[in-house]
C-alpha cells in the first residue's frame, strides 16, 4: 500500500471511531456516517500529513487534528449543498444529505460536525496544550466568519453579480483556500516549525487554495459527472461568478498553472523532505474528481 493510501486508511479508522460514539440521536449519527463514508478524497487530512512527514516527524502525531479538519469539510459541504445554499442533489457520488434525511438532520449533521471536531484535538494526548490552543485557534480563525463560512457568504451574496477579479479572488481564498491554509500551517504547527517556515506554508496554501478552487470551477464545466461525483454546471444554475467564466477555460488553466508553480516554488524552500506533499499538490491540479 502507499503512504499516501496508508494515511487515508488511518484517518478513516479515526474519523469513524469518533463518529461512532456520537450515538445520543442514531438518526444524526446515520446522517454525518453518511455523508463521511460516501468517498471523499481526504486531501485536506492528507495535506496536513505531508507536512509533518517533510519535516520528519511521525504521522500520527498529526493524526487528531487531520481527521477535525476533514470533519470540518464534510460539515461544509453537506451546508454548501443544502436548497439555500448551492441546491445540489449530489455529492461525493451518492444523493446530498438533505435529500435523504431532510434539511433539518443536514444543518445538524453540519453543525455536529464542525462543533465536535474541536473535541478531536483538545483531548488529544500527542500534543501540548500549548499547541492544542494554538491549533485549535487558528481552526476557528479558518472555518469561521473570517475564514471558510464568511467566503460562503460572499460566494451566496455575489450570486447573479457581475464582480471582479479581485472579489473573485478573496471569495476563493475564504471558501476554500482558508481550510486549505490550516492544514498547512497546522501542520507546521505540530511540526515546531519556525515563523519564516510558517509563513511559506501560509503562503504556499493560499496559492494551492486558489488552485485548487480553479480546478473544481473548471470541473463543473468540463469534469464527467460520473467521476466527479456531483452535478456538472451547478455554477452556471446559480450565476455564481468562476474563474471560467470570468476569465474563459484557456486563461482559467494558465492561472491554475500559475498558483501550482508558486505554491510548489514555496514549499520546496520550507525543509527536508516534500516529495509527499509535492505528490499532493500535482493530485490537486491533474484530479479530475
Ligand atoms: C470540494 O472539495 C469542495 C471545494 C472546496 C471545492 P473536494 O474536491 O476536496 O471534495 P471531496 O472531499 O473529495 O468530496
Ligand atoms: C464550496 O465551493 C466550498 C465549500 C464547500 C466551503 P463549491 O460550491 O464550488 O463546491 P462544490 O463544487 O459544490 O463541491
Ligand atoms: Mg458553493
Ligand atoms: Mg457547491
Ligand atoms: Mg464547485
Known sequence: MTFLNQMKQKIDEMSLAFIDQLNLASSLKEAILYSYQAGGKRLRPLLLLSVLDAFGIDVNKGLNTATSLELVHTSSLIHDDLPCMDDDDYRRGKLTNHKVFGEATAVLAGDALLVNAYELIAS?????????????????????????????????????????????????????????????????????????????????????????????????????EAIIGKKVHSDEKNNKSTYVNLLGLQEAKNTLQYHYDEALKRIQQVSGNTSVLEQLYQIIIDRNN
Open 124 to 224: 488529544d494526548d500527542c500534543l501540548t496544550d500549548n499547541q492544542k490552543v494554538k491549533i485549535m485557534l487558528e481552526l476557528a480563525k479558518c472555518s469561521g466568519a473570517n475564514g471558510m463560512i464568511g467566503g460562503q457568504e460572499l460566494d451566496i451574496e455575489n450570486e447573479g453579480k457581475s464582480i471582479s477579479l479581485e472579489q473573485l479572488i478573496q471569495i476563493h481564498e475564504h471558501k476554500t483556500g482558508k481550510l486549505l491554509e490550516f492544514a498547512l500551517v497546522a501542520g507546521g504547527m505540530i511540526a515546531n516549525a519556525d515563523e519564516c517556515q510558517l509563513t511559506l506554508l501560509r503562503e504556499s496554501a493560499h496559492h494551492i487554495g486558489l488552485a485548487f478552487q480553479i480546478k473544481d470551477d473548471i470541473l463543473d464545466v468540463i469534469g464527467d
